[in-house]
Nanobody
Framework: QVQLVESGGGLVQAGGSLRLSCAASGRTFSNYAMGWFRQAPGKEREFVAAISWSGGSTYYADSVKGRFTISRDNAKNMVYLQMNSLKPEDTAVYYC???????????????????WGQGTQVTVSS
């Protein structure tokens, strides 16, 4: 079992930045690939970014590539999502998730992840 708790969400103006954090506890954090997903009102949950168990590989949705950066600190059991140049369409609840999958082809798929946090709200005003 892995417990995940997100923080760092809030209200920001378009063009601004936020850094989301996800604290993990439970089983060995470094065994898990980590992902960030988001869900806007009335929309399905969508993939944002993922990072391999070692941190050596990262993956991004096209909509955030070049603006968002995912990273992890296995010594602290933390994963981060640095979000720059935020747009109103980035407004959503952001979730972190953990997966034991090793193959990156599965990372954009929500069902790949066995453990989820409760989410943190990000609101970008225009």
């Amino acid at each position: 079992q892995v417990q995940l708790v997100e923080s760092g969400g809030g209200l920001v103006q378009a063009g601004g930045s936020l850094r989301l954090s996800c604290a993990a506890s439970g089983r060995t954090f470094s065994n898990y690939a980590m992902g960030w997903f988001r869900q806007a009102p009335g929309k399905e949950r969508e993939f944002v970014a993922a990072i391999s168990w070692s941190g050596g590989s990262t993956y991004y949705a096209d909509s955030v590539k070049g603006r968002f950066t995912i990273s992890r600190d296995n010594a602290k059991n933390m994963v981060y999502l640095q979000m720059n140049s935020l747009k109103p369409e980035d407004t959503a609840v952001y979730y972190c998730a953990a997966s034991l999958r090793r193959s990156s082809i599965y990372y954009p798929t929500a069902s790949t992840y066995a453990y989820w946090g409760q989410g943190t709200q990000v609101t970008v005003s225009s």
